[in-house]
């Protein structure tokens, strides 16, 4: 099987300053060569969230856990924030979150076993200030008017959920009045509508990293005839699939007003980076056509808009997976049974879930799935808008199957 292999320079981010530190394992508590441990890069940077990660190369077997720590000072450790991995220790992500603006933090990968934790090398990194995250805001718009900047999913007294959500604890991005909505980037005036792209930000389900993988993707889209949607779905403390319902909803509603968007209600395609990628897929797997609220809750009451299917025409895939979070699914009769639609591949060879993106792509193709899948030689997790070519064969993927 061949793959598309492309040679890119690695991303670099005018933005900030990544220093790679020198200092590996200075503080282990056992001998370098009982296990050892290795840094990933920093990517994602935004004013509050980076994405880092890091290898295990020796002891797998012995490894109890395994992850992320930081601090505003060198050679972090465990005693001070850390975000423990999952998955496979010998290639991983995580994401470090609650950062302070414009701030200088140190970074480094660990594994813990029983002697004691080993950490990886030391890197520096600068969160970007305020000014420059462009996050748009949640406006007033009329929820039920389909032009609108701001579209809301659910009604507020009948949102499907089965997370009791009362106290934000200062730790999650939304409050507890959070409600799904998605964000109108319309095609210009005079540009031939192909269809509708819904673009799902990442950030491990426990934020929307809509800086570096949605308005401006979105945007990119609006500009080559796709009318596009950021969907800012429910993370932590609620579940994936509560947020793959957002999804669902929020196809359901562009399907509908289909004849308002001036497109075909067949051509409607999801893009996700990351957690935003496994999302598409979790839709796809388990809410797509006519599932609605109540496979979740109970007493949800299912509306007019849960009468339109949700399915898709194509996933974009961007550093993401069918599976969940971390681990790739390569499930291929659930693939074939599901019917998902084909599916466009996008990562980086630097990525630490470069294998298994393409064990799952393998896998989808063995469903009889149709299949495009891009390799970046040097590129690492979390470039999103920064590589524009991914978004121009995504264009090219997408028109091909709406024309069909």
């Not at 934790?117 to 929820?143: C, H, I, K, W």
Request: aromatic share 12%; with cysteine.
């Amino acid at each position: 099987m061949k793959r598309n292999i492309i040679f890119y320079a690695v991303l670099s981010l005018s933005t900030v300053t990544i220093i790679i530190g020198c200092d590996e394992a200075s503080d282990n508590p056992m001998p370098d060569d009982t296990i050892r441990v290795e840094t990933a890069e920093v990517t994602a940077i935004t004013s509050n969230n980076v994405i880092s990660g890091g290898r295990v190369l020796d002891g797998i077997q012995a490894i109890k856990e395994f992850g992320i720590c930081w601090a505003a000072t060198d050679n972090p450790t465990i005693s001070d924030s850390h975000n423990v991995g999952a998955g496979d220790a010998t290639s991983f992500a995580c994401y470090a979150t609650g950062l302070s603006a414009n701030t200088t933090y140190y970074i480094r990968a660990y594994a813990t076993i029983s002697g004691g934790t080993v950490y990886g090398q030391s890197r520096q990194f600068t969160t970007l200030a305020d000014s420059d995250d462009d996050t748009p805001s949640v406006g007033g718009d009329d929820e039920q008017n389909p032009l609108a900047s701001t579209i809301y999913l659910w009604p507020e007294d009948n949102m499907a959920k089965v997370t009791n959500y009362t106290d934000s604890q200062g730790s999650y991005q939304d409050p507890p009045s959070f409600r799904p909505y998605m964000n109108y980037f319309p095609v210009a005036e005079g540009i031939t509508v192909k269809g509708a792209v819904l673009v799902c930000a990442g950030g491990a389900f426990q934020f929307r990293s809509d800086q570096m993988e949605g308005t401006p993707v979105a945007q990119w889209f609006a500009r080559h005839g796709y009318q596009a949607f950021v969907v800012n779905y429910r993370v932590r403390p609620y579940t994936m699939e509560e947020g793959s319902l957002d999804l669902a909803r929020a196809v359901r509603f562009v399907r509908q007003h289909a004849t308002d968007y001036g497109i075909n209600p067949n051509n409607i395609a999801t893009v996700g980076f990351s957690a935003g990628g496994i999302l598409c897929g979790d839709e796809a797997l388990n809410f797509d056509e006519q599932v609605n609220g109540t496979e979740l809750a109970s007493d949800y009451r299912p509306d007019e808009l849960d009468k339109v299917s949700a399915n898709v025409c194509t996933i974009g895939m961007v550093y993401a997976f069918y599976g969940r979070l971390s681990v790739a699914s390569t499930d291929v009769e659930k693939f074939r049974e599901s019917k998902i639609p084909p599916t466009f591949f996008a990562y980086g060879t630097r990525d630490p879930f470069y294998r298994q993106f393409q064990q799952c792509a393998d896998a989808v193709r063995a469903a009889d799935v149709e299949v495009e899948e891009r390799e970046y030689e040097g590129l690492p997790h979390g470039f999103g808008y920064t590589n524009e070519d991914w978004m121009i064969r995504f264009d090219n993927w997408m028109t091909k199957i709406m024309i069909h």
